[in-house]
């Protein structure tokens, strides 16, 4: 597929400090790209590279073809930001708010009120096209938010924790949206998220930046089967029932860790360890409650990968 965004040899320093260390990866087109990283990982100080917010001390970077650096008005042209803190025009009107921007983007009067027609019926947001930013709870803002940043129709969508801090509902809608904008408009989406669970459900494809440096990247379900360690059996015990030392002497298992009623081992080979878990507790006279073996989560590879205990960069 067609690369809508190149970043090569990327890295920016803050004085004496590392925040991005030489990152490499590509954005495909039409694709949702999320990236992943614990606080002060480099996540932030990357997107303000492609953004053009800051520019790099080393590497280079495009965006549609077009370079940050040489070209960054350009680059700009292509993209919308929707930052974690809405940053909303309290004094206007949602549609006020959505027809500056508009404008800002040098959106033609008749598209920008055709578009912002759209947005605000499928944000849900008809009904409050009158009232002021000032008014709105939160869930509503981050609404407006994505309003004020499609009405220019960019070809990559900056979306810095779109759901943080939202209700259930509101987040549930949230990611609907862009999973629809994504599959009906062919949008690009650039994810930064905390939300393990949000990006695996999302995207197509996650980096995971650690230390200032690219760690893993690929598809969630490539990069779960990257780690076969995480792979695990759970089993409950009725009373009596098999201790940890026991556990941790299965063939195979290199890690017990103990649940409320429970155990969970970690092991490659999680069919052979249940069968051994099977005949020892027949041996010892331990009826299992339950037994089920599980496929590594996103979240327990992302643990995995940052866990190294090496000094925090910058965000």
């Known amino acids: 597929m067609e690369n809508l965004i190149e970043a090569r040899g990327l890295t920016r320093r803050f004085a004496r400090l590392v925040a991005v260390d030489h990152v490499d990866f590509d954005v495909r087109r039409g694709e949702i790209f999320g990236f992943l990283g614990p606080n002060g990982a480099g996540k932030t100080t990357t997107v303000r590279m492609l953004t053009g917010c800051i520019l790099p001390n080393e590497g280079s970077a495009s965006v549609d073809g077009h370079d940050i650096i040489r070209e960054p008005v350009a680059a700009r042209e292509h993209l919308s930001i929707v930052p974690e803190e809405g940053n909303v025009y309290v004094n206007l009107t949602v549609w006020q708010n959505v027809m500056l921007m508009g404008e800002l983007y040098g959106v033609a009067r008749a598209r920008r009120r055709q578009r912002g027609e759209q947005l605000l019926k499928l944000f849900g947001l008809n009904d409050k096209a009158a009232q002021k930013g000032r008014t709105l709870s939160k869930g509503l803002r981050q609404r407006l938010m994505l309003c004020m940043a499609l009405v220019s129709d960019p070809t990559i969508l900056f979306l810095d924790e779109p759901t943080s801090g939202l209700d259930v509902a509101s987040a549930r809608l949230i990611r609907e949206l862009i999973v629809q904008m994504n599959r009906d408009d062919g949008m690009t989406v650039f994810l930064t998220t905390h939300n393990i669970d949000e990006a695996e459900r999302l995207c197509d494809r996650v980096a995971i930046i650690h230390n200032g440096r690219i760690a893993a990247i690929d598809a969630p379900g490539a990069l779960r089967n990257q780690f076969e360690s995480v792979r695990s059996v759970e089993v409950t015990f009725s009373d009596p029932g098999l201790d940890e ?20 081992l970690f092991t490659s080979q999680p069919g052979r360890a249940a069968e051994a878990i099977g005949c020892l507790a027949r041996e010892r006279g331990a009826p299992i409650e339950s037994i089920r073996t599980l496929e590594p989560s996103l979240e327990e590879v992302f643990v995995r990968i940052t866990e190294t205990p090496e000094e925090t960069t910058g965000e």
Request: no cysteine.
């Open 245 to 264: 030392a026991e556990l941790r002497a299965v063939p195979g298992v290199n890690e017990v860790r103990a649940l409320a009623g429970g155990f969970r």
